[in-house]
């Protein structure tokens, strides 16, 4: 079995400040873990992905994550946040049965950046 | 704009009535999924499609869910006899080769009266 988890419903942070959004997951065998932005009346996009190799993955946006196998933790992360980064951000991992072609999807984590 | 295009945007339904959805994907891909987003919750998979073969069905997929792509272009997703546990975001999203990105589009919502 897979899971994600998201802790914090929503997370605020005042602009210009680093953001982080936190992501643990479950499973079994090696993780692909992915997080995904969606913001009001359009569809979720794709931010980045963790497949193997460099712990810290950068993505679009300049979001970055950090995988961390030890804490089974996957938190995206950014330096300085913009008022624009304000969404509803999942993190998700793939499904590890063999032949399985789906994500798991975390419950979602709102963003609010404060100007 | 040639992204992940799904039609209707919303619908309104009666408890009892079928329904169905259009998605079209990105025209080289060869991956559709459907997806599910209730509020609060993340997008649940529902079913996947490689080229005009439907390869994986979730239990979430009752029987009165069916979803085809034929000629491996569009893909419809219809429900039968609705039910108000059936409203939801339902979401389409298309690849190529694989899970490493997704393509979603912005949905159809729907509501069942």
């Known amino acids: 079995a897979q899971s994600v988890a998201q802790p914090e419903d929503q997370v605020n942070v005042a602009e210009g400040n680093p953001l982080t959004v936190k992501c643990t997951y479950s499973?079994?065998?090696?993780?692909?873990l992915f997080w995904y932005v969606q913001y009001p009346n359009r569809g979720l996009q794709f931010l980045l992905k963790?497949?193997?190799?460099?712990?810290l993955v950068k993505g679009s946006y300049g979001f970055e994550a950090e995988f961390n196998k030890s804490q089974t933790s996957f938190h995206l992360k950014k330096p300085s946040a913009l008022v624009s980064d304000s969404a509803l951000y999942f993190c998700?991992?793939?499904?590890?049965?063999?032949?399985?072609?789906?994500?798991?999807f975390g419950t979602g984590t709102r963003l609010t950046v404060i100007p | 704009d040639t992204g992940v295009s799904q039609n209707p945007r919303h619908k309104i339904t009666k408890r009892g009535q079928n329904v169905t959805f259009r998605c079209d994907p990105i025209?080289?891909?060869?991956?559709l999924y459907w997806y599910r987003q209730t509020l609060g919750q993340g997008p649940e998979f529902l079913t996947y499609?490689?080229?005009?073969?439907?390869?994986?069905k979730s239990r979430l997929l009752s029987d009165r869910f069916s979803a085809e792509r034929p000629k491996g272009s569009f893909s419809t997703l219809e429900i039968q006899r609705t039910e108000q546990g059936d409203s939801a975001m339902y979401l389409c999203?298309?690849?190529?080769?694989?899970?490493?990105?997704?393509?979603f589009g912005s949905g159809t919502q729907l509501s069942v009266l």
């Open positions: 999203a298309s690849s190529f080769g694989g899970l490493e990105k997704l393509f």
């Open positions: 499973v079994s065998g090696n993780p692909y």
């Open positions: 963790y497949i193997t190799g460099d712990n």
């Open positions: 998700a991992v793939r499904a590890t049965r063999t032949g399985a072609n789906n994500l798991f």
């Open positions: 025209s080289e891909h060869n991956r």
């Open positions: 499609f490689q080229n005009e073969a439907q390869l994986e």
